[in-house]
């Protein structure tokens, strides 16, 4: 599953790394195709990020990949029902921790980006749709494909990503069981502080379930 996990990060990061400016927003899966398959040839020829120079690559996901993803739904979704427990300014925290989280994540798997190749699945969509799912697969040399689903809702910024999910796994809610029973144990001061620990030190494992 952390592998799983790795790959949703590196796709995500790869999906949305270019900014929104156009007034013309772009289907989702045109969105898709065209900034997947640009952020991949640009990975495949940096040989700085897959050296694994952090700084450029936190810098890459903090400026190209940050403003197409809703954090305040994400942090909800993974939350679940113990989000209600919450205040408006411990939630703000918990944004804040959870996005630094998942920056974390993508740079991470960025650097981790080889010979994987993504395949598009056909997409329909209604005119009026707000919230879509655009499917691909990962392919991998000598290794099964892996599905990789992206949700996005579109908002008054443009389509923003909201989950992902790989082989019926969900990125957001796999964080879920574990947010709840620290919640159980310590409070939502308790859930933050963890996060917090696990940002200011990665070693600090903060697992989804």
Known sequence: MKRLIGLIGLFAALLFAVSAGAADIPPPDVLVKNVTNEVLDI???DKEIQSGNTKKTLDLVETKVLPH???PRMTQLALGRDG???SPEQMKVLVEEFRDLLVRTYSKALTEFRDQ??????????????DVKVRTEIKQTGGKGI??????????????????????ASLVTN??????????????????RSLQAKNKHP???VKAK
């Not at 190749?117 to 707000?130: H, L, N, R, V, Y």
């Not at 990789?148 to 389509?159: I, N, P, R, S």
């Not at 964080?175 to 933050?192: C, H, K, M, P």
């Open 117 to 130: 190749q993504i395949a598009f699945k056909p997409f329909k969509m209604e005119a009026a749709d707000t």
């Open 175 to 192: 964080y879920r069981s574990t947010f709840a029973q620290e919640i159980r144990a310590n409070g939502v001061d308790g859930l933050i």
């Open 147 to 168: 599905p990789l689903d992206y949700y996005l809702e579109k908002t008054a910024a443009g389509w923003k990503v909201y989950d992902l999910e790989v082989a019926g």
């Open 84 to 86: 209600r427990q919450a």
């Open 43 to 45: 990975v495949r020829k």
């Open 69 to 71: 993803f809703n954090f």
């Open 203 to 205: 070693e600090i494992p």
